[in-house]
């Protein structure tokens, strides 16, 4: 199944991020295509976590809102994975935004005021509600629910609002970086980044075999 190449619809509208279009992510063969994290990722106001942040698995999702596969996985595929790995202590799971469109930057700047099971709840609703939505349906869609947690941004819609806003400036922050993954959705498991395709049964392994390696490290600690 191939992955979404980013789409930098954002990157017409302002040219300040135009200079990023060309960043690229290379995955080298370590493993089954896994190379280490090395860039800097957003802060926790940005992200969404699931789980207990004591699980032997740390998993991060790279996704978009304009990323349709990204989309599908959080509607489809996420609450098996939260079921399965997240309730029973084996995963922590993180969605990570990657905001080189204008709908997941103007995410970021409605997480600046919810708190984690706010914004848990805000990406559950638009992954189901946002599908061929147009910019300006699905920002609406935003305002709507964000005004439903009683915390509206009535001006999320205006350009030269997002412009001044924090999460604008982590964003470019965030994507001047050379190495930040390129193709959507994009997994990282225990610090590593993966070429694979997120299916369910590709996260089913790659859990699988991290808990050996846990265990198998916890065994030896004990041992030595």
């Known amino acids: 199944m191939a992955k979404m190449r980013i789409n930098k619809l954002f990157f017409g509208i302002l040219p300040a ?3 990023l279009v060309s960043k690229s992510m290379l995955f080298a063969e370590i493993g089954e295509g896994a190379v280490p994290s090395s860039f800097e990722k957003l802060g926790s106001t940005y992200t969404v976590s699931y789980g207990d ?3 032997p698995i740390h998993m991060t999702e790279y996704f978009s809102f304009s990323c349709p596969k990204c989309l599908e996985f959080i509607r489809r595929d996420f609450p098996t994975i939260q079921s399965k790995y997240i309730d029973t202590g084996k995963v922590y799971w993180t969605f990570h935004p990657d ?27 638009l992954a189901g509600e946002i599908r061929l939505r147009s910019i300006k349906k699905a920002c609406f869609k935003m305002q709507e629910e964000m005004t439903a947690l009683g915390k509206p941004i009535p001006t999320l819609h205006d ?14 922050a965030y994507l001047k970086q050379p190495n930040v993954p390129s193709e959507l959705p ?3 498991a225990n610090g590593f980044l993966y070429s694979n395709f997120p299916t369910l049964d590709f996260l089913k392994r790659l859990s699988e075999t991290l808990m050996t390696k846990e265990t198998g490290a916890l065994i030896h600690e004990k041992t030595s």
Do not use: G, H, W
Not at 114 to 124: A, G, P, R, T, V
């Open 17 to 19: 991020f135009a200079l």
């Open 53 to 55: 942040e004591s699980a």
């Open 99 to 125: 905001p080189a469109d204008i709908l997941t930057l103007q995410t970021m700047v409605c997480f600046e005021l919810l708190d984690n099971l706010e914004k848990q709840s805000l990406i559950e609703k």
């Open 159 to 172: 350009l030269s609002f997002l412009e001044k806003t924090e999460a604008f400036n982590r964003a470019y």
């Open 186 to 188: 994009t997994i990282e």
